[in-house]
């Protein structure tokens, strides 16, 4: 909210969630990302444990696990969950960030790229068929 003032009857108040985020001790963090189909298999299978020495490193975190999740549209997708050991959003916001600063740089290092969504077009020239 922008600081304005929000006012609830008791009914509304009785059928929703309310979620104080001030009670917190720790924040669970879910977060994906793609790579590119071209990504060799012995690549793909580091990376995983890549993620998950990452958050290790970062403090303030506990990572809880990192795998392969599917064959996207456009990517080979992983899921990423880990805990930020503190309440505190600006922490959150920190170690993300910290995280997403050095799976870039290990990245360029193995040389994996970040997928982005593509759509391959395949023509076919059919040869001796009539022109409409």
């Known amino acids: 909210m922008g600081g304005e003032l929000v006012v609830f009857s008791n009914a509304d108040l009785l059928q929703s969630r309310i979620r104080n985020y001030k009670a917190l001790y720790e924040r669970r963090i879910v977060f994906a990302f793609g790579v590119l189909y071209e990504t060799p298999l012995d690549t793909l299978k580091t990376i995983p444990d890549l993620v998950k020495k990452i958050i290790g490193d970062v403090e303030n975190t506990r990572v809880d696990r990192a795998h392969f999740l599917k064959f996207g549209d456009s990517s080979l997708d992983f899921e990423v969950v880990y805990y930020v050991t503190a309440p505190d959003y600006g922490t959150y916001m920190d170690a993300q960030q910290k995280i997403n600063l050095t799976l870039m740089a290990e990245f ?11 759509r391959t077009l395949y023509v076919q020239n ?3 068929e009539p022109e409409a």
């Open 126 to 128: 059919l040869q001796g």
């Open 108 to 118: 360029q290092k193995l040389k994996v790229d970040f997928a982005y969504p593509t």
